[in-house]
């Protein structure tokens, strides 16, 4: 299931403002990879371009070359609709559909996919909330609203919609960072356990959170206000926090700038 993401040179523009520039850098399958880096560097940019979410705005556009398991995800003969099937996405706010039930919300992707028969989507609800570690606490609500449960269980459930469609890579934009401590914790369990199965990339501004559940940290920077962001420092994230190859590494993660 799994697959591996190859940027090559990637740059990314917002109409004429370049937001990052010559990302270049291989995220491997079964694993998580940290963004970090100070705010306006261009971690989400860079996620969304992973996914073609970002060419979704008007006048915004990406260059370069990005690849899933070879295949060129900005192939003209791509399907951006597969694209985005394949590589799915959890945002910073838990966002549920609001007036579906939390059942309709898991098999949400599945229906558009075409799926109808209940026996399936039953198997597939089931399936997906218990890999998201949360079948236990609506196994026995799973009519009432998505949105009558916490923001931890959301962020659970969103997780469960992302993964019921079962994509090969998973891209996650802050995904605690409007979570207590106690939901975190069970977000960050829950990433330790879909590493098994999903390619994960995460945008975290929490520098612990990064060291607790990545394997590969990217450190993004700017120069100066105005200048697109660019990929510092790669590296396994033991050696990112412990012993950086970079100077400006170094001084974020040790809270001297950003
Ligand atoms: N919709 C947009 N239109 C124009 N510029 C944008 C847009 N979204 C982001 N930008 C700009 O692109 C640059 C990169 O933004 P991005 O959100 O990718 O950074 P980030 O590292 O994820 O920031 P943060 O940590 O604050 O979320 C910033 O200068 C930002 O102002």
């Not at 560097?41 to 370069?64: D, Q, W, Y």
């Not at 612990?208 to 790669?234: C, H, K, M, N």
Request: glycine share 8%; proline share 5%; net charge neutral.
């Amino acid at each position: 299931m799994a697959k591996r993401i190859e940027a090559v040179g990637v740059t990314a523009y917002y109409g004429q403002f370049k937001a990052i520039e010559d990302i270049t850098m291989t995220i491997e399958p079964r694993s998580v990879t940290a963004l970090i880096g100070p705010s306006g560097c261009g971690k989400s940019t860079f996620l969304r371009s992973i996914n073609r979410m970002h060419e979704v705005l008007p006048g915004a556009r990406v260059e370069g070359r990005l690849t899933m398991d070879g295949q060129d995800i900005y192939d003209r003969a791509v399907d951006v609709t597969a694209v985005r099937r394949s590589i799915g996405m959890v945002f910073q706010r838990p966002n549920p559909f609001p007036t579906m039930s939390i059942y309709d919300n898991v098999v949400a992707g599945l229906r558009l996919n075409g799926l109808r028969k209940k026996n399936a989507l039953d198997d597939a609800c089931e399936k997906a909330l218990k890999h998201a570690n949360l079948w236990d606490e609506v196994k026995n609500r799973l009519t009432k609203p998505g949105a009558g449960l916490s923001g931890g269980q959301q962020q659970r459930l969103c997780i469960a919609r992302t993964i019921a469609v079962e994509p090969q890579v998973v891209l996650m934009d802050e995904p605690c960072s409007a979570l207590d401590p106690i939901s975190t914790g069970a977000i960050e369990d829950l990433i330790f356990e879909l590493k098994n199965d999903y390619t994960i990339i995460i945008v975290t501004h929490n520098m612990q959170q990064a060291a607790r559940v990545s394997d590969r940290t990217a450190f993004f920077s700017i120069s100066q206000t105005g200048d697109p962001g660019r990929l510092i420092e790669y590296d396994v994230t033991s050696k990112i926090f412990t012993n950086p190859g970079e100077k400006r590494t170094e001084d974020y993660i040790t809270g001297r700038f950003g």
